[in-house]
């Protein structure tokens, strides 16, 4: 993709671009920028191209390398498409640029603000907000609490924000939206959108680990286990061990639909099931251990089952 200032500064002429456009070699994406016919195409075309026409002198690499900035980022409700967070219409394309510029364009919205280099990063090509920056723009914007609180789930989920900088981002704004702090209005939005706060730093490491991250973790988890196997006679304790059942079983039940949204349940089953096998059937040997505490491993084993998608399997005794 080209603008024609682009290719006129190369020696090209406007009555040479109308005719390759007339003979089918290249075609308009937009007013002024264009593409060589039969070049692959996806669903950032026209972004693609509103953001080349915005300082269409300058390539895309020399607007992306320049110290000061692209000229324009992505941001608001189309950040939030390109970054695939949540589920909202972007009927206007709407960037963001350092000085004041006009746009002929009645699809295009320009917002005049300097952003930071840590809040934009470039994705599909482009320069986009990052996910906590868009959260922050969109919550100035007044956003639909329950829009924004999937916009917040998918950067925490899909992106690993910490909550802790969702919440600063999301501060200045609090009251707007009838909440007494930020942590209050995180909490709601986040449970509301189906991923309460508790569950968000585990299913946020689930929703974006591969199948090899998961295989190496089994390894590292084989090893604790086993430190594990060899001291848990002596640290056995009824009433830890009853409590910590009561929280492990809690968090089960908020972890559960979580993961069934992640499409991670056969990916953690087969990479961590090897460093379970292997505790649970090594535990029994362990001098010491009674049948309560061999009932708490039976549960812990139904409830990884469960969090899996596998049937709960029988756990030796």
Same mark, same amino acid.
């Given at each position: 993709?080209?603008? @024609? =200032? !682009?290719?006129?500064? #190369? %020696?090209?002429?406007?009555?040479? *671009?109308?005719?390759? &456009?007339?003979?089918?070699?290249? /075609? ?50 189309? @950040? =939030? !498409?390109?970054?695939? #967070? %949540?589920?909202?219409?972007?009927? *206007?394309?709407?960037? &963001?640029?350092?000085?004041?510029? /006009? ?215």
């Amino acid at each position: 993709m080209f603008t @024609a =200032a !682009q290719a006129c500064a #190369l %020696g090209a002429s406007r009555p040479q *671009l109308h005719s390759l &456009t007339e003979s089918g070699t290249i /075609e308009r994406a937009l007013h002024g920028v264009y593409q060589l016919v039969g070049t692959p195409v996806d669903r950032w075309v026209p972004l693609r191209a509103a953001w080349m026409a915005v300082d269409p002198k300058r390539s895309t690499a020399e607007r992306l390398a320049d110290p000061d900035g692209p000229g324009a980022v992505v941001s608001y409700r189309s @950040a =939030a !498409q390109l970054l695939n #967070l %949540g589920d909202v219409d972007a009927d *206007l394309i709407e960037m &963001t640029v350092p000085v004041r510029r /006009e746009t002929r364009n009645p699809q295009v919205r320009l917002r005049r603000a300097q952003i930071e280099p840590l809040d934009w990063f470039v994705r599909e090509g482009l320069p986009v907000t990052t996910p906590a920056a868009t959260v922050e723009m969109l919550a100035h914007d007044m956003t639909d609490p329950d829009h924004l609180g999937a916009i917040i789930r998918d950067s925490v989920l899909r992106y690993d924000v910490d909550v802790d900088e969702i919440a600063s981002r999301l501060a200045p704004n609090v009251a707007r939206y009838g909440y007494r702090d930020a942590e209050a209005m995180l909490e709601q939005m986040l449970t509301t959108a189906g991923a309460p706060v508790p569950s968000v730093d585990l299913s946020a490491v689930l929703a974006g680990a591969d199948l090899e991250g998961l295989a190496a973790s089994s390894e590292r988890m084989r090893k604790v286990l086993e430190d594990l196997q060899r001291n848990v006679a002596a640290s056995y304790n009824r009433e830890v061990m009853a409590r910590y059942s009561q929280i492990f079983s809690q968090a089960i039940e908020q972890l559960q639909p979580v993961m069934a949204r992640s499409g991670m349940h056969e990916q953690m089953l087969k990479a961590l099931k090897p460093a379970m096998d292997q505790f649970y059937h090594s535990l029994p040997q362990v001098p010491g251990i009674d049948v309560e505490a061999r009932a708490r491993v039976a549960e812990a084993a139904q409830a990884l089952a469960y969090v899996s998608g596998s049937t709960p399997r029988k756990t030796p005794t």
